[in-house]
């Protein structure tokens, strides 16, 4: 078993891998937060919201975050 260099993750850890330098995938998504283009995302997450905000403006609109347990999971860096 190989462990992150950094954030002593094991490679047993589903969807982290870790590179030649001994690194994680989460640690260089980490490193990318400097060069992801933050109002693109806040686009890409405001279309998101207008798919499921009320129509007619009649029912309160409410984000539940969630994370914990096995099935969390981030799609803009593989963290989970
Ligand atoms: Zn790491």
Do not use: H
Request: aromatic content about 10%.
């Amino acid at each position: 078993m190989k462990y992150c260099n950094r954030c002593v993750m094991p490679d047993t850890k589903p969807d982290l891998f870790i590179d030649e330098e001994g690194v994680c995938n989460a640690c260089r998504s980490f490193e990318q937060r400097e060069v992801v283009d933050w109002n693109v995302r806040r686009e890409e997450l405001t279309k998101i919201l207008d798919k499921y905000r009320s129509k007619n403006g009649t029912n309160w609109d409410c984000i539940i975050p969630v994370s914990g347990g096995k099935d969390r999971y981030c799609v803009c860096c593989n963290w989970g």
